[in-house]
């Protein structure tokens, strides 16, 4: 028997069986099984190439503001990574992101009878501020117009900070000028929706976040972890809301379901379609990589590398971004606490990585 040169042989044969051994598909976006709801798979399994996947999440990891990255096809997790010290069970405040929530919410309320259409006169549920120094046309607005950002209010990086900083937002913001007729034309201002988030409470007798916890976070299976009020008490209509990543992916799941889950219909279908429906009618309008861009019922239309997406849209690069050609879900949440230019470049850089890398891996 021959011992002498055994060793080298059985090292030889240690590292072959180790390396057969070692799942090939485990990165370090490679999504964990948990209890909540997702099913999970890998990459290729999806017809998703894991090599370009895995050049989308080294270039995420770079950035310094992004707190995660998620990506959803044929309703698995395919891959979640998270960085700069955020964990999964974080809850991130999802900015702008929860006026698409809300949107969802308003559906739900005209279906319980909460509200009677969105033709109704917005200013009719707050008797209390109307006076007759208010612009006549004030009046004229509609909660359709909240709903699609037209009530004539001028935009958020004129209009936030006065408000947020007075002692009575829903006053303050009735009582801003109008720099155009309601109807007119689409000017962002989230004010505007917490108008909305107002009238919901006003509408039900129960608060905004009631609404939600009954209506869609139960039967969704997502908790809203923290949502800040106004001075009043109201909920904030479209902004400072917490959700985790994967929460944040479940509600994507469900609008690219139709607002139906496990046989339940949470959100109407035909509310659904309505607010994917494109109600700015730009022309040829291209924001870093998305292209032909407008606006729905709180939600943003467009395209990326030819597929048609719509997406929620936080500050900072909070984002659900839906791709209905390819079963696709992609969530990023990132740092919230930038300037409105450093906000926005943050956001193109995020779309961009989701644009060349992750939508830029599926196969078919």
Same mark, same amino acid.
């Given at each position: 028997?021959?011992?002498?040169?055994?060793?080298?042989?059985?090292?030889?044969?240690?590292?072959?069986? /180790?390396?057969?051994?070692?799942?090939?598909?485990?990165?370090?976006?490679?999504?964990?099984?948990?209890?909540?709801?997702?099913?999970?798979?890998?990459?290729?399994?999806?017809?998703?190439?894991?090599?370009?996947?895995? $050049?989308?999440?080294?270039?995420?990891?770079?950035?310094?503001?992004?707190?995660?990255?998620?990506?959803?096809?044929?309703? %698995?997790?395919?891959?979640?990574?998270?960085?700069?010290?955020?964990?999964?069970?974080?809850?991130?405040?999802?900015?702008?992101?929860?006026?698409?929530?809300?949107?969802?919410?308003?559906?739900?309320?005209?279906? $319980?009878?909460?509200?009677?259409?969105?033709?109704?006169? &917005?200013?009719?549920?707050?008797? $209390?501020?109307?006076?007759?120094?208010?612009?006549?046309?004030?009046?004229?607005?509609?909660?359709?117009?909240?709903?699609?950002?037209?009530?004539?209010?001028?935009?958020?990086?004129?209009?936030?900070?006065?408000? %947020?900083?007075?002692?009575?937002?829903?006053? /303050?913001?009735?009582?801003?000028?109008?720099?155009?007729?309601?109807?007119?034309?689409?000017?962002?201002?989230?004010?505007?929706?917490?108008?909305?988030?107002?009238?919901?409470?006003?509408?039900?007798?129960?608060?905004?976040?009631?609404?939600?916890?009954?209506?869609?976070?139960?039967?969704?299976?997502?908790?809203?972890?923290?949502?800040?009020?106004?001075?009043?008490?109201?909920?904030?209509?479209?902004?400072?809301?917490?959700?985790?990543?994967?929460?944040? &992916?479940?509600?994507?799941?469900?609008?690219?379901?139709?607002?139906?889950?496990?046989?339940?219909?949470?959100?109407?279908?035909?509310?659904?379609?309505?607010?994917?429906?494109?109600?700015?009618?730009?022309?040829?309008?291209?924001?870093?990589?998305?292209?032909?861009?407008?606006?729905?019922?709180?939600?943003?239309?467009? $395209?990326?590398?030819?597929?048609?997406? %719509?997406?929620?849209?936080?500050?900072?690069?909070?984002?659900?971004?839906?791709?209905?050609?390819?079963?696709?879900?992609?969530?990023?949440? /990132?740092?919230?606490?930038?300037?409105?230019?450093?906000?926005?470049?943050?956001?193109?850089?995020?779309?961009?990585?989701?644009?060349?890398?992750?939508?830029?891996?599926?196969?078919?």
């Amino acid at each position: 028997m021959i011992v002498r040169n055994s060793f080298p042989l059985l090292l030889a044969l240690l590292l072959f069986h /180790a390396c057969v051994q070692s799942p090939t598909n485990v990165h370090p976006f490679t999504a964990s099984p948990l209890d909540d709801g997702w099913p999970v798979s890998n990459p290729a399994d999806q017809n998703l190439d894991p090599r370009i996947l895995a $050049e989308g999440y080294a270039a995420a990891e770079k950035l310094p503001y992004t707190y995660s990255l998620l990506v959803v096809r044929n309703g %698995y997790l395919v891959a979640e990574q998270y960085f700069n010290g955020n964990r999964r069970e974080k809850p991130n405040n999802i900015m702008s992101v929860s006026k698409s929530i809300l949107s969802g919410l308003v559906g739900i309320s005209l279906r $319980e009878g909460f509200l009677d259409s969105l033709d109704q006169n &917005a200013l009719s549920f707050f008797p $209390e501020y109307d006076s007759p120094s208010l612009d006549p046309r004030k009046h004229e607005i509609t909660l359709r117009h909240l709903i699609t950002m037209r009530a004539g209010f001028d935009r958020d990086e004129r209009t936030y900070f006065p408000v %947020y900083n007075s002692s009575d937002w829903i006053k /303050a913001t009735l009582e801003l000028p109008l720099l155009f007729t309601p109807g007119e034309r689409m000017s962002y201002t989230t004010f505007g929706t917490h108008l909305l988030s107002a009238i919901l409470t006003k509408s039900s007798d129960q608060s905004t976040l009631d609404i939600a916890r009954t209506y869609l976070c139960e039967p969704l299976g997502i908790s809203v972890h923290f949502w800040q009020q106004d001075p009043q008490g109201y909920y904030f209509g479209g902004n400072n809301m917490g959700l985790t990543a994967r929460e944040m &992916a479940r509600f994507g799941y469900l609008y690219l379901k139709g607002g139906e889950l496990n046989g339940s219909q949470i959100i109407p279908r035909r509310w659904v379609e309505e607010s994917l429906t494109n109600y700015t009618n730009w022309q040829h309008l291209s924001w870093g990589d998305v292209n032909e861009y407008n606006y729905g019922y709180l939600w943003w239309l467009g $395209e990326i590398r030819t597929h048609r997406v %719509y997406f929620a849209l936080g500050h900072g690069g909070q984002l659900i971004i839906n791709v209905p050609q390819a079963g696709m879900i992609v969530v990023s949440t /990132a740092n919230p606490d930038f300037d409105w230019v450093t906000a926005d470049e943050h956001e193109r850089a995020i779309i961009h990585i989701i644009a060349k890398y992750i939508l830029g891996s599926v196969k078919g």
